[in-house]
């Protein structure tokens, strides 16, 4: 046991160095698989069983005291990896994410080197893949998260902080759809299954008209990838259920009797010119005003953690802070001064009203503001719902 202690303790480098022999025996890893070349050596992979099946997690970083954990879900099409990459290996993003644990999240079947799921698998329903989350955070004792998402992704989390509103802190949803498919939309996806391979079938949920016409080398590199990375059949039955999603169910408070909508402070993101454009805009009419942030960021396209990462980055920041959590990070745009070395505290929740609208003498879970960022003025608190950056 302690020859296997040590060779953790020597993939997992700094961020774990902290950890003793007792602490990893109890968290009962299970299934555990060495890391590739190349791969972040602070980085496990772990197979969790749910009542739905097995989810294939990956684990970055430590438990870092009270902190909530960093979950993520990738949108149809893709796996972490895909995803989520770029953004999270944005050298911003990791003086941020050096602060939590990070817990990627595989959707059954999508993550790279996949067995294909046998002949008459059910695949699970938008709802079932929300329902196997809390096997992840009860197995990892997590006590609660802060979720990003990306389409697929950000649906799920949305039904997951439905269904277990305790869990989740707080959400960043890209690209979500609030809305099912209606019949029409249902026979032109089938129309265009017919006439289109799965990839590109796919690509059109991802990218925008534009940037599928210009064929862009970002969409060349995902058709490529999407292709070869991702089982095909597997995608193909996630591709059908996420077609096959209901309404998520949700309305602004007090627009309806006994209104359920999401109780945890979001923040939304769109590209400016992205296909779920629309979809994001009704999502944010049916949330919470003083608990939403809408951004709308310039020049992103259908994945703006792909393309903007910086500015997402940012994002995140001012959002993690109207949450209670501060980051006093290096800024390389400072060229000369004092800058406060890379650290994050989390509030007590008597903290300014510059943070939050919300106060107790706790360190309990604060209750977060809308707040607004723009590139120009990121972090200045209001009620505006829409932010263009």
Known sequence: MKVLGHKIELLAGLLLHDVTMAGLQELRFPEEKPLLRGQDATELEHDIETPYGLLHVVIRGSPKGNRPAILTYHDVGLNHKLCFNTFFNFEDMQEITKHFVVCHVDAPGQQMGASQFPQGYQFPSMEQLAAMLPSVVQHFGFKYVIGIGVGAGAYVLAKFA????????????????PNGKGWIDW??????????????TVLSHLFSQEELVNNTELVQSYRQQIGNVVNQANLQLFWNMYNSRRDLDINRPGTVPNAKTLRCPVMLVVGDNAPAEDGVVECNSKLDPTTTTFLKMADSGGLPQVTQPGKLTEAFKYFLQGMGYIAYLKDRRLSGGAVPSASMTRLARSRTASLTSASSVDGSRPQACTHSESSE????????????C
């Open 377 to 388: 003025g990121l972090g200045q608190v209001n009620h505006t719902m829409e932010v263009s």
């Open 162 to 177: 439905l269904i277990f509103p305790d869990l989740v802190e707080g959400l960043v949803l890209m690209n979500i759809d």
């Open 187 to 200: 026979a032109a996806t089938k129309l265009s299954g017919l006439t289109s391979t799965l990839p590109d």
